[in-house]
C-alpha cells in the first residue's frame, strides 16, 4: 500500500461549519491530488498540488481551498460546508506529473453535511 | 463535457467467463490511459496502463486494448473471479505539464459464483 493517510475516515457536521480534511503522504511524492467521488459522477478533481505551495484547481474548485506548506501534507479546506458538499473525499499521489505514472489513493474520508 | 466516457453503468458476468469493459475518450491529446479497480469503503486500487505507442498491454488475467483511430480501450479480465467485482474505472491524461487525470463515471462489475 502507498503510504497515504487520511483523515479524519468519517465526519458528520453542519452547515455553515469550517470542515478541514487532511491527506498525509509517507513516500516523498511530489504530486498531490484531492478528488470528490459522488454517486453518478465518479471521480472529479477538487485541488491538486505539484509541489511545496504550489496548487491549481480542478473541475470542481468551488467551494474548496487547499494548503501545502509541507511535501507531505495537503489539506482540503471546506470554509462554509453546504449539503451538497456531502460526498467522499479521496486524497491521491504521485512519483512525476501524471502523464505517465499512476496515482495511489488513500482510503478515503466519508463527510456528511446536515 | 465528458472527455471520458463509461457508458455502461454495470456489468454481469458468469465466473470463469470473459469480462469487458469498455470507455470511449474524446481529447485527441490523451496519451496515457489507466484503470483503476474500487471496492466499497476503499480507495481506487491501480489495474494497469496503457501508453498511446501501444495497442494491447497485458497483466496476468488483465488486458487493456487501445484503439486510438476510434477513441475507445477496453479492459479484459480472463477468467473472471467472484473477486473480481467492483466498480472500475478508467482514466485519461495528456503527457505534458501538471495535467491531471480525467475519469469516467465507472462500470461495477459483478461477478456471479
Known amino acids: 500500500d502507498a503510504g497515504i493517510t487520511q483523515s479524519p475516515r468519517h465526519k458528520v457536521t453542519e452547515t455553515g461549519t469550517p470542515v478541514t480534511l487532511r491527506c498525509h503522504q509517507t513516500e516523498n511524492h511530489r504530486y498531490m491530488y484531492w478528488y470528490r467521488q459522488d454517486p453518478g459522477h465518479g471521480l472529479r478533481l477538487i485541488h491538486y498540488s505539484y509541489g511545496v505551495k504550489d496548487t491549481d484547481k480542478g473541475e470542481v474548485s468551488d467551494g474548496y481551498s487547499v494548503s501545502r506548506s509541507k511535501t507531505e501534507d495537503f489539506l482540503l479546506t471546506l470554509e462554509s460546508a453546504t449539503s451538497s458538499q456531502t460526498s467522499v473525499y479521496f486524497c491521491?499521489?504521485?512519483?512525476?506529473?501524471?502523464?505517465?505514472?499512476?496515482?495511489?489513493f488513500g482510503d478515503g474520508t466519508r463527510l456528511s453535511i446536515l | 463535457d465528458q472527455q471520458v466516457k463509461q457508458n455502461s453503468p454495470s456489468l454481469s458476468v458468469q465466473e470463469g467467463r470473459i469480462s469487458i469493459l469498455n470507455c470511449d475518450y474524446t481529447n485527441s491529446m490523451f496519451d496515457y490511459f489507466l484503470w483503476y479497480k474500487k471496492y466499497p469503503a476503499e480507495g481506487p486500487t491501480f489495474l494497469i496502463s496503457i501508453s498511446s505507442i501501444k495497442d494491447k498491454n497485458e497483466d496476468g488475467r488483465f488486458t487493456v486494448f487501445l484503439n486510438k483511430s476510434a477513441k475507445h480501450l477496453s479492459l479484459h479480465i480472463v477468467p473472471s473471479q467472484p473477486g473480481d467485482s467492483a466498480v472500475y474505472f478508467c482514466?485519461?491524461?495528456?503527457?505534458?505539464?501538471?495535467?491531471?487525470?480525467?475519469f469516467g463515471k465507472g462500470t461495477r462489475l459483478s461477478v456471479i459464483a
Open positions: 482514466a485519461a491524461s495528456e503527457d505534458s505539464g501538471n495535467t491531471p487525470l480525467v
Open positions: 491521491a499521489i504521485s512519483v512525476t506529473a501524471p502523464g505517465n505514472q499512476p496515482q495511489h
